[in-house]
């Protein structure tokens, strides 16, 4: 399969302004593509229309579409205030195909972003890509296969498995999962070990042993315990977060 890759030429910040202008799609109105396929997008609160935006393209969970994450408050609620520019794609019958390396979802999601980067003035230094559940699994394989571009992953209760081969990878990853998850189960190691979610990525970057980050909170009633390593053998840094919960996307926490 041949990967695309992610291609973000910047133009004058007036040229974006005015495509953006020109732009009829936002919130529940998809933007179309010429292959047919479609996603949507969320403005930051306040933005100029000139100023060059991070991004972050948000899978979404199974039978959803693109229209949840745009106005969902722990997702759009994190971008719209701190000036990042949410994008949404639409997976086809509402799902992802993240199972293998020869999905036709990894070059969708590049050829969203490269349709994005012609109606804003995108920081190409700032692309973060993201995901719930299905569409966790599907952000970890688009940065396993089109990752180098990536700034970092933000991943929420989905992964794939561990043994997986990732030809790239983004400079950062930060995954959060409940140990009582199971729909996507947690995917505990060998004794319990709670370290394993973010096996895959501790073996691509040569990581040593976690960090203990201590706890930490949004709200009263969820605590999350983090590990980190940091300045892996290849430069990139692993962040995990558990929590004792289920299935859901926590509070604060794409915010955070």
């Not at 000036?83 to 979802?105: H, I, M, Q, Y």
């Not at 009633?221 to 962040?239: A, E, H, I, P």
Request: hydrophobic content about 35%; overall charge negative.
């Amino acid at each position: 399969m041949k990967f695309i890759t992610l291609l973000l030429t910047l133009f004058s910040t007036s040229a974006f302004a005015q495509n953006s202008q020109n732009a009829d799609c936002q919130l529940d109105i998809p933007c179309e593509l010429d292959s047919g396929r479609s996603y949507h997008v969320k403005v930051p609160d306040d933005w100029d229309g000139k100023t060059q935006l991070p991004v972050l393209m948000h899978f979404h969970g199974w039978q959803r579409t693109g229209t949840l994450p745009v106005q969902h408050d722990r997702i759009s609620g994190a971008t719209r205030r701190r000036g990042v520019l949410l994008v949404a794609p639409n997976g086809n019958r509402k799902t992802w195909d993240f199972w293998d390396s020869e999905t036709d979802d990894v070059p969708f999601g590049a050829e969203v972003l490269e349709d994005v980067a012609k109606n804003y003035p995108i920081d190409k230094d700032r692309i973060y890509v993201s995901g719930y559940s299905f569409g966790s699994a599907m952000a970890w394989r688009y940065v396993c296969e089109n990752g180098n571009d990536v700034a970092a992953l933000l991943a929420i209760s989905g992964t794939l498995g561990q043994e997986v081969q990732c030809p790239q990878a983004p400079r950062e990853v930060r995954h959060v999962h409940g140990t009582n998850d199971t729909v996507m189960d947690f995917p505990f190691g060998t004794g319990g070990d709670t370290t394993y979610p973010v096996k895959l990525w501790r073996d691509k970057f040569d990581c040593g042993v976690g960090q203990d980050g201590g706890a930490w909170n949004v709200v009263d009633f969820l605590t999350f315990q983090r590990t980190t390593w940091k300045d892996c053998g290849s430069g990139q840094n692993v962040t995990l977060d558990i929590h004792p919960g289920g299935h859901f996307i926590p509070h604060g926490w794409i915010g955070r």
